[in-house]
């Protein structure tokens, strides 16, 4: 597995060459409850962007984007958020500068706050002609920091889990959550920043959804591939 960090730029620049494909993991720094860390969403991304370069060696791994927008979650500690434009900019920005060097570029994002911002993002850079692809992991379950985001975490960073601090938080299904979310934030239906019932995650039902994740990624990652840049459509 090639990491952008700890390369020089020579052999970036070979790589490059021989067709690899740039995965950079978004995240975010926002609380999820009172058991998971507040790396989740970017340890995350990162988890799943290195388990896709293990199964596909063109791809190369961008040190992570850990900001992001997450103002839903203000009111609790340890949550950083640059908000909605700054996120977009910072994304056009990375999008511009990484497809110098790269004929493809993902923007592997595992936080939901960022869709709006990312999905922005890709279309001033689509229409700049530049090959930034965005990337979302297509697992089902509860909202934030319930039983899937547990899981991944218990297989992804088990120490970090404070299992002994999980609780249920608002269980009412996201259709009905999400209007509420955009009016009062996370703060208006869970004191203790839950979506869900992280009770009954488990290590092995987080490592499933990985290896789901990173096989969709390698796939995505695979197609670029035999695309030309010229030809490239974002999403």
């Given at each position: ?123 001033r850079l689509a229409d700049e002609g530049h090959p930034v692809t965005g990337w979302w992991p297509r697992w089902e379950g509860d ?93």
């Amino acid at each position: 597995m090639t990491r952008l960090d700890g390369s020089c730029w020579p052999s970036l620049a070979d790589l490059a060459d021989a067709g690899a494909v740039l995965v950079v993991p978004v995240g975010a720094t926002e609380q999820h409850g009172p058991h998971l860390p507040v790396t989740t969403d970017t340890d995350i991304a990162v988890a799943v962007a290195e388990a896709a370069a293990a199964l596909d060696p063109s791809v190369v791994v961008a040190p992570p984007v850990a900001y992001g927008s997450s103002g839903e979650h203000d009111g609790f500690a340890g949550t950083l958020s640059l908000g909605r434009e700054a996120t977009e900019s910072l994304l056009v920005e990375l999008g511009r500068s990484a497809s110098v060097t790269f004929a493809h570029v993902v923007l592997a994002c595992t936080h939901g706050g960022n869709a709006v911002p990312l999905a922005r993002a890709l279309a001033r850079l689509a229409d700049e002609g530049h090959p930034v692809t965005g990337w979302w992991p297509r697992w089902e379950g509860d909202l934030h920091a319930g039983r899937t985001e547990t899981s991944l975490m218990l297989a992804i960073a088990p120490d970090t889990v404070r299992t002994d601090r999980m609780v249920a938080g608002d269980l009412r299904p996201a259709d009905e959550l999400l209007p509420l979310l955009r009016t009062g934030g996370v703060r208006s239906v869970s004191a203790s920043g839950v979506l869900g019932d992280p009770t009954g995650a488990t290590a092995d039902e987080g490592h499933r959804l990985i290896r789901a994740a990173a096989a969709d990624l390698a796939t995505v990652v695979a197609d670029l591939r035999r695309r030309p840049a010229a030809q490239e459509v974002t999403p």
